[in-house]
């Protein structure tokens, strides 16, 4: 099974330590976000394809061609246009269904693990502000009713945290609706989950890498001690 992870942004609201090196290589006690990201996959996931832009070159030199025993492939985004079109990128290269996520939170192997044992799935968990996330509602059944980027009144506090488990039947509903000028999932999934429904699996570990302030909090919970 592949993952895709999306690791091209600039980082601009974690400068200044963003400043010299891309955000995927931020370090939380000591070891950069892309470590902690795939430490915690299971041992499902045997190739990587990291979307690079923003000082992709230190992303390319840092991982190499194997990553955590796992061989990788890269895939530049010249354009900042949006994770969907991001994902589009590496198109040619998913065989069936994979992991799709980005390179900047921290999430539990357990809660990783749970999202791979479902056909498709997002993984998600409750916020306080969910006006900053993609917004869910789900079906009676625990599938995705509703999912809305950033909106200004959320009909839920309940957020993607950005981890989903797709298949390439994804790429049948190519990106449409930009948002001042990108193009994120939201619209993507609210068409392909008519198909393809996507369970929610809420997680037990999410941190949430975003500010500088953020990486104080998320060593106080991953190394206390330290």
């Known amino acids: ?10 980082g601009s609201r974690l400068a200044p330590l963003t400043d010299h090196k891309p955000k995927p290589l931020v370090e939380v006690c000591g070891k950069p ?31 190499g061609d ?22 589009w990128l590496c198109k040619d290269f998913i065989k069936g269904r994979f992991l799709f996520m980005f390179a900047d939170d921290i999430h539990g192997r357990d809660d990783i693990a749970r999202a791979v044992s479902y056909s498709r799935s997002i993984l998600a968990s409750t916020s306080d502000t969910p006006e900053r996330f993609g917004v869910l509602v789900r079906n009676p059944d625990g599938t995705i009713a509703k999912m809305i980027e950033k909106p200004e009144y959320p009909p839920s ?19 449409e609706a930009p948002i001042n000028g990108e193009y994120f999932m939201p619209e993507i999934i609210m068409r392909y989950k008519e198909d393809h429904p996507i369970a929610v699996v809420e997680e037990d570990l999410w941190i949430a890498i975003g500010y500088p302030e953020d990486v104080e909090y998320a060593e106080k919970i991953i190394c206390p001690s330290v």
């Open 1 to 10: 099974m592949q993952c895709v992870i999306l690791a091209a942004g600039k």
């Open 33 to 63: 976000l892309l470590d902690h990201i795939v430490e915690a996959f299971p041992s499902a996931i045997t190739e990587l394809i990291i979307v690079v832009g923003y000082k992709g070159d230190m992303i390319r030199e840092y991982c």
């Open 66 to 87: 194997v990553f955590h025993g796992r061989p990788v492939r890269y895939v530049e985004q010249t354009e900042i246009n949006g994770p969907a079109k991001a994902l």
């Open 157 to 175: 506090n309940l957020v993607a945290t950005g981890p989903m488990v797709l298949d390439k039947n994804i790429f049948n509903y190519p990106p």
